[in-house]
Structure formats: structure tokens, C-alpha cells
RNA sequence: GCGGGAGUAGCCGAGCUAGGUCAAAGGCGCUAGACUCAAGAUCUAGUCCUAUAGGGGUCCGAGGGUUCGAAUCCCUCCUCCCGCACCA
């Protein structure tokens, strides 16, 4: 007999082969079903696949068989987000050309992808360092430009030496560079930007529309957003310069007692012109910046200038200090000491005076303050507002400042523009030219793409491209005179803004996409990716969509319908990485267990969103989990084609075929909410309660339609999580179309069966208790007896139910008062019947309270205890019975006597 | 500091968005039994305390509260994890 591990690798094999031929996963052209556009974050092909992109595929694959089989017209493709450095890296290392490198690396990505049997239509590929897909980036750069969103500054900016290029903020993590982790330095260069403050407001408020995204992401981006409202209020010196600054309390401007600004500040700059105390300082600030965040010291420096508080006059002395941010703002603050803890703290090192203005309500001394009061309250010490609440007061300060000219509203942002120049080779070249004549000149649509050169030598210092001649020279396309490319390349954050839109039509040559496509397609319904996108990725994509939108190129307003973000893979409760060297290798492991038992266990592990710690136990548990599932189907005959005559069919054969029913509604219902391994859990269950069936029931020709009908529910819903299998067992029981065709197991109602279930509960229960009474007397029982309650129980029963489903509360009163007439020699058992409805009253709603069944029931069951404790059970009334453990008998509940 | 999430039996982990059927699913570990020459695997039962009849007691981070009734709702506190971090 061949080994199960050999069974899985030929299944693999030979099903891969046949759903490609069959052309299953490419949607299904010009028909009615329902769209479905499943997605996971592409990747950047390293050339290794590693746990969390087999966790990411295993979910999403999933998912998009399991839609498949419920009749949607399903999505799923894949691509490279092919450009970047690490490429450069890797090709000067292995001394070969990025591209090559590149194309060597989707290469081996693509068939670990499909030795894990993955569902993609392979036919809408796309790569990012292909010149088709790279051509529209450049002309979404042209666009971007006409619309006045792509704009070139010089600005400082952040620096990465390590990687030799700048970063966007958001490629900057607590000072670091998000992909090397080494210090970011500030640099002043000329750069392009996209202008994504425009739609700063956009993106905040359209986050609320995204009811199906973790909160946490939309908390993250809303923070990074940073939306304040304030107003600009201008201040003037003593020497009558003006300093602009912005405040979200202008309600505390009578508290204001000194102004400090930024040390880039350009007031600053020129004071350390001729103050050599003063550059020294800010030399000082602008190092620390940059290499010491975590210094919290208020370091300041006094100016020597004056400025006037535009509400009363006041002569407020002005710092330098390096806590004040020359990117937000203005780069110059009012400090009110009283109200803000950072100018509370500087005042008390420079002894500045803390005047407060707005006092808690209801508070009276409100002076000598050992740290900053920042909430609302009453405003005192403030002429003609004192008395006043703050919210109003900040009304009418501004108010009255905006009429004299003083301050404006305005809102400010965290957000800065995005910052989409790179210093490097491996990317999409930015459709500039530079002509000594015409200055920046865009490259006509017309001439895109600007090729990236790929017969380069890569290992220089510095931008390769600055070298290569027959790239750099080129002509002005406006005098046609001498000119010079743009070396820069573009963010490859860029790339994949768009590449979800690309996939609903990758082969159209006459814009970046179909725009019916797009209407077919789009929005993607389920994006499957890592939280580490959260911000960058998620942001820059829903700001391109805004864009295209504005074109007039699409109707969206979010490309993401629903977000699911992944959690990490564990080992030993650590993050899985290459520097630590705990990685599992996805390869060996399918090796090892094949694909189908490596989807199984990383599924069932934990849900999507958790972290999954990866265990060598779980994963053999799961291969012979599934070795047992392909022996059962190897030892059974299987006639699950013909129908089942539920005549001929005992209590325990309806209640497996209404299981049968109900698990496959349960199961997709798991599936839809992501709840996978809960799923698995259920599918494992029911497999089991199959086999007991099978080895503990009566062999009757319904027995074994029944167990092969179950069967083939249990393989069908294991197509999505270990497909092969699924599908080479389904042949095996004799059918011919594929899962795919067949679709997910539909329940019939007609064959829900609930007195067969309570049939199954009653001797679940029964059998629970025996077992009990038999572990506490440690009695070996020749003979036992199970005692139906008496008659009037099951009528008390029922009143009682009726009588709690009425009442607000239960009412130990109001149930014995209508109870004790109609069973008037009962008061005693009824009193402690009530107690105990009163106390628990679910304990009694759900008892079955029908005795005729619960008589014929127990006759059923009796056989089946008999067997399960082989002695002789012998099932009675309580009416004939002399014995106070057959008193005690209840509905649902009855008494059990071991002799 | 701000924000988000979480604290459940030896461990992992459901349940807690609709309070009662929760001593609290499932898994792992452990104990006993069956099987076996034996081990492993598998199957069965047990695994808070107590009890030779299905019962009782205590329990879901700590402490209060609401309720006839709380792991589930409210308040306070403690602890852990994650994200942002001097954003005026």
C-alpha cells in the first residue's frame, strides 16, 4: 500500500494538473454570478516563501475556494512588487543583473506558490518592474503633475546613508529607516512630492465609511493624519517683526508669558548670524534631533527679543528651544505655562512667570499649580472673559482677533506631503527632463515608458543611472535641444498604490486599465495582508484611488471593502526572522507533510487575526488526522448516491443525517467571519461523530448511505483548507465533476430533524450520568434501571416554563400560587421544583417536556446503553417504582438506579 | 505621556457585541484503564475542593456596584502586550 505522504504528493500532483486545464479559477466570463475580488498584498520576490506569506496564501486561498463553491464569480490573482533595494543589494552581491536577479526570484516564488496548491489566475500577473506596468506609474507621475498633486521642492528631508536615499515620513520609524533600521539624518535636497495633504481632510473622514476595517488600522492612519483645529494668531516683536503662530487654545492666550521657536526657525537662523551663544545652541538642538530622540529635557536658549501678546499688551520674552518642531505649524509657539505641560515645565527652568487663566469649574484657589491644567474649565485672569467657559471664550478670542487682523482659523495637519524621489537604480524612472533653455520638462505621454536601462553595471557608489550616459543625455522635448534625464526614481510605494486596479484588466495597453473592468471589478471585497501596511501602503493606495477618481477614471471612493490583517507566526512565542534565526521553512515542511496537511495546520493553529504559533506537534497531529480520513474513506463502500429512506431509519440515523444538515450551514458561517480554525474544529467533530456512527450502529443498508452521504459533506468542506485531498478522496467515492463544479454541501431542511437531536442530547445525558454515578460509587452494575419522571412532572414542567417566559422576574410566589391548585398533593416537590426555576431558570426552559417522547425515545436509546455498558438497562415508569432515586426523576432528566 | 488590545482552570485557548442551559467548549500536558511481550500510536474515563448516587462548595486579574441572577453590564485599581511618541 502506498504511504500517505506519497498519496498526498501524487494527488498534489495530479489535481494541480487538472484544475488548470479545467480553467476553475479564472472568473468565469459573461456570467450572472455575483463578482468577488479577493486579494492578498502582493510581494516583493525575495525568491523564498516564507511562514507568513504560506499563512497569508493558506487564509486567502481559502476563502477564494470556499466563494468558488458558493457561486461567485471570484477574483484572485497575484504579482511582484518586483522594484526596490534590497534587489540592488541582492545583484551586486550574486553579481548578476537586478532584473535577472528578479526574474530568477518570481520564478522560484511562483512555484512554491503552487506546490501549496494556491488558486490564482496566473493569466492577470502583473510585476512592477515590467515595462507595461512601469510605463502607467510614469503616466500616473505626468497626471499627478497637470493636476498640480506632483510638485519639486527642495525641502529638508529625511536620509537614510545606509540605503542612500530619502524617505518618505512614513518610511521613518521612531527615527529610523523602516527597512534597514538605521539612523535617518535631515538633508536639504531638491525633491519631488506628491501632494497628499490635499486630500488630508478626505482621508480622515472617509475612514469612517470603512465599517469592515480593523479598528486599529483606522486608528493608526487617523493618527497619522493628525487633524487639529486652531487658529493662526500672529504675534509681533518689540523690534516689529511678525511671528506667526499656530495654537489649538486660544483660549489661553491671557496665560501666555513667553514665545518660543523652532531652532530651525528662520528668525533663529538669522540670530545665530551674529550670536555665536545662539549657534551653538541650535547646532547643538538640530545634532541631538537627530541621533537622541528619547531626551525629554526642555533645553532652551533666551533670544534676547521681545515679543507682545496681542490680547493685553504684555512684553513676553522669546526662546529658542528644541522641543518646538519647525515641521508643524509655524515652527513658533505661544506657551501658556498654566495649560500645557511642556511650556509648564520649561517656564519652571527659566523662572517665567505661570500666570493660569482658565480654572476648573467650581474650583476657587486656583493658583500655585504643580503641573499643567489642560482641560476646559472657566476662564479667570482674562479682562473682559473671566467668568466665561472656555469653549466660548475660544469662540470669541478668535473672534475678535480675526476682525483686527489678527488670527486666522485654520487646521493643521501631522501629515506631510509625500516625499516619492529615491536615489536609487532599481525602480521606476521619473518622466523628467532637464533643458538648460525650457527648465523641467515633462516626457510627452507619447514617448512613455522612459525605459529603466537594464545593461547597467549596478555596483557604484551612488546612483548608477548618474553614470550611464545613453540614459542620462537625451533631448529637450520642447527645443529639442541638449538635455538631462531625472536620475531619481520613483517610491515603490508608488507601484503598488495601483497594481489591484491593474489586475482587472493587466494585458490593456491604452491606459493603466479598463475602466468597465474596473466597474466590474472593483472594489476589492477582501484584502488579506500584514498590519505593517497599516499606514503606508493602505494610505498611499486610498489617496491614488481619491486621485483617479478626481480624473474622472473611476466612481469609488475606497479601493479596500474589507481589510483583514493577519497575525505573526510564532516560535516559541517569537516573532519568526532571519536575524534570530527561528525560521520554519514553509518548503520543508510541505516536503515533509505535503501542502495539504501544512494549510491544514496553519488554519487551524489559530484565526486569521491572532498571532499562530508554530508547533512540530500540531502539524503531525494534522497528518494523521487526515491519514485518518483517507484510510476511513480507503476501508468504506461508499453508496452515497442513493437516497435515504428515512422510514427505515432509527433515532441515531436521523439525528446524523440532520447533523450532516447543519454542519456544513455552521461551518460556512465560521468561514464567512473568519473564524477558520473554530470551523476546522467543528469539520473535525462531525468526522468523528461519523466514524462512532459507523462503528457503534446497527449495519443496515440506511446505516451506510447515511455514512457515505456524511462523508462526502466532510470532504466537500474540506476542499478550501486541503484541496488535493479533498478532491482525489471525492473521485475516490465515485464522482466525476470537480468540488469546484459541485459547490459547498447545501442543507435540506426537510431532513433537520429536532426531535432527533434532543433524542441525541437525552442520551448524551443519560450516558453522562451513569458514568458519573458509576466514578463516584466505583460500582460495576449488573443491571440499571432509568426511570421516567411521573406524568404530572412533565405538566408541572411545561406550567412552569410558561409561567417564566411570562414573568419579567422569576417569582417564587407567583409560580406556586397557580401551580399548588392544580396540583394540589404536590406542594412539597413543586415548592422545591419552583426554588430551583427560580434560581436557574434556564436549568428548566430547556428541558423537554414531552413524556410520550421521552418514553418512545429511551425504548430507542435502550439498545445503544446496553451496548455502550453491556449489562441489561431496563427503562420504567416512575409511577411503578418504589424508590426515592425514581422521585427524584425530572424531565430530561431521568432516574437512574445501579443494581 | 496618548491611544488600542488583553488578563479565564497546570499551559494554550473559546465564551464575553443579545446576563441565566457556565465548573465554564476544544487542544496540550498529566493520571487511570483497555489494547500490547513492551514502548509508541489509538480508544475510554478523570484532571478546583468535596462527596461510596447524578449532590454541595469555591471560581473566570483585584475590589466595589447594578440585577432575582454576572466570566459576561457599570466604576475604581493592578498587570501585560502593541502602536504613536515633545504635533502646541
Redesign the pocket.
Known sequence: MKSFLETLKNAEEKWRERWRESGIFKPDEGSDKPKYYLLEMYPYPSGTLHMGHMRNYSIGDSIARFKRMKGYDVLYPMGWDSFGLPTENAAIENDISPEKWTERCIEDMKEQMDSLGLSYDWDREVASHWKGYYKWDQWFFLKFLERDLAYKKEAEVNYCSECETVLANEQ???GRCWRCDSLVEKKDLDQWFFNITEYADELLEDLEELEDWP??VK??QQ??I?R?E?AEVLFETTDGEEIPV????PDTLYGCTFMVL?PEHEISEELAEGNDEIEEFIERAKR??ASV??????EGIFTGKYGVNPVNGEKIPIYIA????????T?A??A?PAH?Q?DFEFAREHDIPIVPVIKPEGEEDFEDLDEAYEDEGVLINSEDYNGMDSEKAWEEITSALEEEGKATREI?Y?LRDWLISRQRYWGCPIPVVYCDECGTVPVPEDELPVELPTDIDVDVAGNPLKNDESFLKTECPECGGEAERETDTMDTFIDSSWYYLRYCSPDFEEAPFDEGDLEKWMPVDQYIGGIEH?ILHLMYSRFFVKVLRDMGMCEMEEPFERLLTQGMVLLDGEKMSKSKGNVVDPGNMIEKYGADTSRYFILSA??PR??V?WSD?GIE?KF?FLRKVWQTVEESDFDGNEDIDLENCNLRDRYIVSRTQRVADEVAEDIENFRIS?GL?KME?FF?ELL?YRDESEETPERSKIFSKGLETYVRMLYPFSPHLSEEIWHQLGNDELINEVGWPESEDALIDERAERGEELYQ??R??I???K?????E?GHIRVIVAEKWKFKAFELIQEKLNEM???DMGAIMGDLGGEFPDKKRELSEIAQKA??????I??RDVDHEFETTTLDQIKARLEREFETEIEIMKAEDVEDE?AD??EPG???????
Do not use: C
Open positions: 521613518v520609524e521612531g479598528e486599529k486608528k493608526m493618527d497619522w493628525g487639529s486652531g499656530f495654537t489649538t487654545r523652532a541631538l534631533k530622540r528619547e531626551q525629554k529635557g526642555k528644541d522641543f518646538v518642531l519647525e515641521t508643524y505649524g515652527g509657539i505661544m501658556v500645557d511642556r493643521n501631522r497599516a489559530a484565526d491572532r498571532e504559533e506537534e497531529s494523521e473554530d474544529k467533530h468523528d462512532k445525558k443519560l453522562d450520568d458514568i458519573h454515578i466514578n463516584i460509587t466505583e460500582k452494575p419579567e422576574k422569576p427560580v434560581k436557574n431558570p434556564g436549568k426552559l430547556d432515586k427524584r426523576a432528566k431521568p432516574g437512574i438506579i445501579l443494581d
